[in-house]
């Protein structure tokens, strides 16, 4: 596997957009009626300022930052010495029956993330996962199938809509209920993680290395590499229980999935009871002060919470584990570094993953516009084959859907006013399959480098799966649309 291989296959991607800037023209949408604005081709500077606007964006630095926080968090742990022995309990547990894990593993990661959409922190369970995965003797393809890539599928069979920053985009835009098609919704959800168990279960084997078989140095080299377990080091073996480790990773978890999903959009309320204990708390007065609103100082109540609450509870949770264990501030410092040095190049790849994203919606213009117009153009009216290739187009580029949401929101709702229903489902079923298929989507890319898999391996082993989703997804699309 060569170095850096999903770094050179997002660079790849920009590149060729670059290149296709000089020669597509551009546009804007107004109305749904298309204005072409002419070409806006990416100059040679523009080839280093953008590379460094995306890493001084904080949106898309906190990313990162969330990445290397990840990693400290499990270097504290890995200093505890408990985390090892806690992994090596699971996996001893599951030993004879290690597939079962698999499947546990892939429907835990597909339902929380078909409920929730949010990925980051269902990624903080991956690392203790993917160590299991590999302690039972599978691959690191295995163990990103059934992580993150679980992960993705969940996101593409998304129930309860998008959910950034506690709000619900599909119903920002379009005023959709959540509920809306929930049926198709579920149907599908089913059918993809179905095909995703059949897929791991089917091509997931132990692997043993045989110590009499004679192997050349090259293949000793692979053999050495395949057992290196990322975000998990060896430690000496301590009589310490791991018990307070779970508790506190798990409360911090289930914190903050509470925290960050939109509560009174999913429930369809204007308040929480998590408003109310927050309103409750923040009025608290003594003698005139306002003593827990100056503590809790801008925090968000639970529902509304954001990368950047998300950020604080992942460093709290490192500060609180090495006070648990005993580990002086230094050494859970320095322990935390360690971790984070080894995340930093998964954090680069996920700050560069949106370089492209930065670029087209800085634009006033885009060429992203000009081909949607051409596409919806070769029909008179509502195709769902012109809006799914609009949307797996314009996902390469709006890696973030959101963004995606907004750049077609004006022809949508001026074309297909009647059809909104059918382009949300299509929106979402296309945009989270394109997220497993293109080097911008920062959640195949992390797991990626997280596991050292370069990005045409992801292709060449997984092009059956990604085949078997699409269709899977085109065939409800077609009942949606029909029915």
């Known amino acids: 596997m060569k170095k850096n291989s999903v770094l050179k296959a997002i660079v790849i991607t920009f590149l060729i957009y670059v290149v296709a800037s000089w020669i597509i023209p551009g546009g804007k949408f107004a109305s749904g009626v298309f204005s072409n604005s002419g070409t806006s081709p990416v100059g040679i500077s523009d080839l280093f300022i953008y590379p460094i606007s995306t890493f001084m964006t904080s949106i898309f630095v906190l990313v990162g930052i969330i990445v290397l ?73 295995t163990a990103m199938l059934s992580t993150v ?41 089913v059918l993809l993680t179905a095909v995703l168990l ?22 000793e080299k692979e053999t050495k590499e395949e057992v290196i377990i990322p975000l998990y080091t060896k430690a000496k073996t301590t009589k310490k229980s791991s018990t307070p480790l779970v508790i506190v990773v798990i409360l911090a978890f289930v914190i903050s999935m509470v925290g960050m999903f939109n509560w009174a959009g999913a429930l369809g309320v204007e308040k929480t009871i998590f408003d109310t204990l927050h309103s409750n708390i923040t009025s608290v007065k003594l003698n005139g002060y306002p003593l827990f609103a100056n503590i809790l100082g801008s925090l968000n109540a639970l529902g509304y919470w954001s990368n950047y609450e998300f950020a604080m509870l992942l460093a709290l949770t490192t500060i609180v584990l090495g006070f648990v264990y005993n580990l002086k501030l230094k050494e859970t410092f320095e322990a935390a570094v ?118 045409k391996e992801w292709l060449k082993q997984n092009w059956k799966l990604l085949l078997s989703l699409f269709v899977v997804a085109i065939i409800l699309i077609i009942v949606v649309v029909l029915v």
């Open 69 to 141: 926080l990840i990693g400290g968090l499990y270097g504290v742990m890995n200093k505890t010495g408990v985390y090892q022995n806690y992994v090596e309990k699971v996996a001893k547990k599951f030993k004879g029956k290690e597939k079962s894990f698999l499947v546990i593993s892939v429907l835990l990661f597909a339902v929380l993330a078909s409920l929730t959409t949010l990925t980051l922190p269902l990624f903080v369970l991956v690392p203790f996962f993917v160590a299991v995965i590999l302690t039972l003797g599978f691959n690191k393809m």
């Open 149 to 189: 890539g679980a992960i993705l599928v969940g996101n593409m069979g998304t129930i309860f809509g998008y959910n950034t920053g506690g709000y619900s985009y599909v119903n920002y835009f379009f005023g959709i209920k959540l509920t809306e098609n929930i049926a198709f919704k579920i149907v599908l959800f």
């Open 198 to 219: 059949f897929y791991v279960i089917k091509t997931s084997k132990i692997e043993k290395v045989s110590k009499t078989k004679k192997t050349t140095k090259k293949e």
């Open 338 to 455: 360690e971790g984070m040095k080894e995340m930093l190049p998964v954090a680069v790849v996920a700050i560069v993953a949106s370089i492209l994203l930065l670029v087209v919606n800085s634009a006033t213009a885009t060429f992203f516009t000009a081909i949607f117009n051409a596409l919806f153009e070769l029909t008179k009216g509502f195709n769902f084959a012109t809006m799914s290739l609009a949307t797996l187009i314009g996902s390469i580029g709006y890696n973030d859907f959101p963004y995606l949401m907004n750049a077609l929101y004006d022809p949508i709702t001026a074309l297909y006013a009647s059809k909104v229903k059918e382009v949300a489902y299509i929106l979402q079923v296309i945009y989270g399959f394109t997220m497993m298929l293109v080097p911008t989507s920062v959640g195949l890319v992390i797991g990626l480098e997280y596991l050292g898999i370069s990005y």
